[in-house]
């Protein structure tokens, strides 16, 4: 009976050992699984996902639906984005375009330009000359045949000729005139050809002496004047001969080529002289 006790105290001393497999450490805190000798007395059922705590569906949805709506909105920049860039591009191939053509535009003028450039250059290195020949007829005195260093142009019909020859065709003129017309005063001062209407206009403010005086004055400024005319054209000259100076210029550049000088000495090239060439003939 003793060595029966002993061996039952020996067995109840031998502590029971537990084996846990690695499958124990991913399971929920609550939920131990069984060692692995009691794996076949357990059913084989899915293991249960719990949710986080203070998290559910709803919140997931939502944020599911807010990053579709960002990525639709990024989208949509995206697309705005792209076509931008299109006109961009499009707006860019046409100044190019035009770039291109204002740049042969320029390229064709400065061409031209050159060549205009290169004409000018062989027509500078051309000695251009004048025959100094033909020009001597157009630049003579139709009086005098010689070139008109004093020219004198007729405003009334546009004829030039020199001083000397057109002041003695005037003179031939008035020297006619007197023998017709003795009584004739070359010194006369001139009167209004209006001097009428100017008496009907003043005589009621005027004494009748004045006024016999001023008509006596008119009828003898009535008295027949010269008629001076031109000499190649016989248009009547009613005023002053002036100085033809673009005539005389070339008379002078001229007569120079040609070795003809001015050897003629006119009365109005007279210094100190005060009276025109032309006052004999037509009174200021």
């Not at 699984?33 to 719990?50: A, H, M």
């Not at 001083?163 to 001139?190: D, S």
Request: positive net charge; hydrophobic residues 30%.
């Amino acid at each position: 009976m003793p060595a029966t006790r002993s061996s039952s105290k020996q067995r109840s001393t031998i502590p029971e050992v537990i084996i846990l497999s690695s499958d124990d450490e991913d399971a929920p805190p609550g939920k131990i699984r069984p060692s692995s000798r009691f794996k076949g007395k357990l059913s084989k059922k899915p293991f249960p996902i719990t949710k986080a705590p203070g998290k559910d569906g709803s919140s997931w949805e939502r944020e599911k639906s807010k990053l579709k709506q960002m990525n639709e909105h990024l989208e949509r920049q995206v697309a705005g984005q792209r076509i931008q860039l299109d006109k961009s591009k499009k707006r860019l191939e046409e100044q190019s375009q035009e770039l291109a053509a204002r740049s042969q535009e320029i390229n064709t003028c400065h061409k031209e330009i050159q060549l205009q450039q290169e004409k000018l250059a062989a027509l500078e290195a051309k000695e251009l000359t004048i025959d100094a020949t033909k020009l001597d007829n157009t630049l003579s005195c139709n009086i005098c045949t010689d070139l008109m260093y004093s020219p004198y142009l007729l405003l009334d019909c546009g004829h030039s000729y020199c001083e000397g020859c057109l002041k003695g065709w005037f003179n031939e003129t008035l020297t006619k005139h007197i023998r017709a017309h003795p009584a004739y005063n070359v010194h006369r001062n001139p009167v209004p050809r209006d001097l009428p209407q100017i008496l009907d206009t003043i005589g009621p403010y005027v004494s009748r002496p004045i006024q016999m005086q001023l008509q006596a004055l008119y009828n003898n400024s009535r008295q027949p004047q010269p008629q001076y005319t031109c000499p190649a054209c016989r248009k009547e000259v009613t005023g002053k001969p002036v100085v033809n100076h673009a005539v005389k210029d070339m008379v002078s550049i001229v007569g120079s080529v040609l070795g003809r000088p001015d050897t003629r000495r006119e009365s109005s090239n007279i210094r100190g002289q005060q009276a025109g060439p032309f006052d004999g003939f037509f009174p200021r």
